[in-house]
């Protein structure tokens, strides 16, 4: 007799973007097995490549694609959902970081962060009010960081980004509570990814 698991996965399609590294692939990992269909998203193919070799099941995709580009975004959700159906999960694992004390964060740097930080996800979950594109009864977790609330020098621009997401996700989880989706932020701490990594090797004395 099968016994009921109420954490499975099964039937549903979940995308996740930042799924070539790092937190975003143990994200796409652990969904695989929990019986979900995955649609791994992020830049590097041949890094996306080696995720789906890592995850259970067959039935994954992945797509090669710049969150820089906002404008995009919306064809790039009607080709998923063409190609796919309608997505029943969003995670947003996709992040930079740049370490740089306030006197040289030029506009260009908050600007960038910010689109593919927070900027990128608002205009998914945008496109995922549309009922064509994303199911009733869904989840969308957005992946902030500890920095949005604890002060560290040379963050500024990484902070305000992870800010938005905090701020925004209150007011966007009100708005898709009566179809009943549920809309998550989750601000880690130090993980020890590549892009924790590459903080440690590139910060000076
Ligand atoms: N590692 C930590 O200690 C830590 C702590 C708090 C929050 N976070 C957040 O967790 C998320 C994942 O971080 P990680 O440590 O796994 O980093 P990582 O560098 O290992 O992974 C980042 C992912 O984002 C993707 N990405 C970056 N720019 C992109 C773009 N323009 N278009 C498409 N994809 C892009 C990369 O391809 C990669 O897949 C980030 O948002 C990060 O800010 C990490």
Known sequence: ??????????????????????????????????????ILVARNEERLQETLCMLSGSEHFYYSFDLCLIESIKDFISKIVCEHGKIDGFVHAAGIEKTLPVKLLSYHDYEKIYRVNAISAFEFIHHFSNKEYFNNGGHIVLIASISSIVGRKGLAAYAASKGAITSAIRPMALEFAKRNICVNSISPGTILTPLMQDVLHSLSE
């Open 1 to 38: 007799m099968d016994s009921f698991n109420p954490f499975s996965l099964s039937g549903k399609t979940i995308v996740v973007t930042g799924a070539s590294s790092g937190i975003g692939r143990q994200c796409a990992i652990d969904c695989s097995k929990m019986g979900a269909r995955l």
